[in-house]
């Protein structure tokens, strides 16, 4: 089922949030369903933010978000990854004003899960895009290091997740502005 889902497609996103809540109702211990349906979300508003379906998903995955954190059995580093994402596509949606007022909550929600699990690639690829747009956005220096992005080359070179653990990031790579 998520291999049919095409993130840049709303009417495939709409399709495949539903049949993933579907399945949510049929395994409600589950903490995957919630992730995809809620990363599938996020990964629309913040390609198309200026799309109606940005906002609509936004507001569809906001509880999702913060109900994650608690989930039993949950990868609280996949977790807080989604929250830092989900803070993100608010601030893409009106940088401007924004930006001001969530950059801090997706910082520290990225560096939580770093904290977390320093070995997850997610959140750090995140937070170094993140930082690399904000400095495009106030014209100042990126607050990444020089070695950053080769941690997170390295970081997906040697992940190794089976099933449907949260294995997705590494395509990001190509939108840093270093490669």
Request: aromatic share 12%.
């Amino acid at each position: 089922m998520l291999s049919n889902v095409n993130a840049n497609e709303a009417s495939s996103v709409v399709k495949g949030m539903e049949e993933l809540r579907r399945i949510e109702k049929q395994y409600p211990d589950a903490w995957l369903p919630t992730y995809y349906r809620t990363l599938y979300a996020l990964q629309y508003a913040v390609c198309f933010p200026k799309d109606a379906y940005s906002s609509l998903f936004l507001d569809a995955v906001k509880a999702d978000v913060e109900a994650l954190q608690s989930k039993s059995g949950v990868d609280h580093s996949e977790a807080l990854t989604l929250k830092g994402f989900y803070y993100t596509a608010l601030i893409v949606q009106n940088p401007a004003v924004n930006g001001k007022l969530y950059y801090v909550d997706a910082i520290s929600s990225y560096k939580a899960a770093m904290g977390i699990n320093p070995e997850n690639p997610r959140p750090r690829m995140l937070l170094y895009i993140f930082f690399e747009n904000m400095s495009k956005e106030t014209g100042k220096p990126s607050m990444n290091g020089p070695k950053d992005l080769e941690t997170i080359k390295e970081l997906f070179a040697k992940e190794r997740k089976n099933g449907l653990q949260p294995s997705w990031g590494r395509e990001l790579i190509g939108f840093s502005k270093q490669k």
